[in-house]
C-alpha cells in the first residue's frame, strides 16, 4: 500500500502527518509540485523479464505518459536482493541529490520510497505497485530501496542524460528512518 509521511525537516522523529489514502497523497504533494498518481500496473512480470519485456507488458501506459509529457527516453530499473553490487546502489542514492529534469517513475513491481526534500518539510512517500510519481527538476531527495530490495520501475526522461543526480553534499537523509518494507 502506498503511504505518504510529512515531516519537519528538521524533526523526523515527530511526522507530521500519515496518509494512505490516493487521493490525500496526490492532494498533500501538489502543493510541492509532485506528480502522484495510480496508473494500471498489473502485469505480472516473470522472474527473468528484462528491460524489453517489462516495456513491452506495459507499453499502453508507457506511450499514454510519454505522449502526454513529451518523454523520448525509456528504460526499466528492476532490482532483487540478490543483485551484484546491490548495497552499494542502495547507498549511492541514499544521498540528497536534484536532477535537471523531472524525475518521473511508474513502480510496476515491488516498491521503493522516495524522501522530497521540499522548503522546510520532508515527504516520505512509499511507492508500490501502480503508483506514478514525477519529482520536479532540481527537488532535493533521495531515494532507499530497502535492505532487500525487490521492485521494477518505469523510468522516463526527456534527454539521456536526464537521471543524472547532482549531490547537494547535505547529510539530511542520514537523519531519517530508513526504508524497511
Wanted: with cysteine.
Amino acid at each position: 500500500m502506498s503511504k505518504l509521511i510529512v515531516y519537519n525537516d528538521h524533526q523526523p522523529e515527530a511526522p507530521l502527518g500519515v496518509f494512505t489514502e490516493p487521493e490525500d497523497i496526490r492532494r498533500e504533494l501538489k502543493p510541492a509540485g509532485v506528480r502522484f498518481e495510480r496508473v494500471d500496473a498489473s502485469v505480472d512480470l516473470p522472474d527473468g523479464a528484462g528491460q524489453e519485456e517489462v516495456l513491452a507488458a506495459y507499453k499502453h501506459v508507457v506511450d499514454a505518459e510519454m505522449k502526454a509529457h513529451g518523454y523520448n527516453t525509456v528504460d526499466v530499473a528492476r532490482i532483487k536482493p540478490d543483485a551484484p553490487n546491490v548495497e552499494a546502489a542502495r547507498a549511492k542514492f541514499l544521498s540528497e541529490h536534484a536532477h535537471t529534469e523531472d524525475e518521473s517513475r511508474i513502480m510496476v513491481e515491488g516498491s521503493g520510497c522516495f524522501y522530497l526534500h521540499a522548503g522546510d518539510k520532508v515527504f516520505q512517500v512509499e511507492c508500490t505497485r501502480g503508483d506514478l510519481i514525477s519529482v520536479p527538476e532540481g527537488m532535493k531527495h533521495w531515494f532507499d530501496m530497502g535492505a532487500a530490495p525487490r521492485f521494477a520501475a518505469i523510468r522516463f526522461f526527456i534527454r539521456p542524460d536526464g537521471w543524472v543526480g547532482h549531490f547537494t553534499g547535505e547529510t539530511i537523509a542520514e537523519r531519517f528512518p530508513k526504508y524497511a518494507p
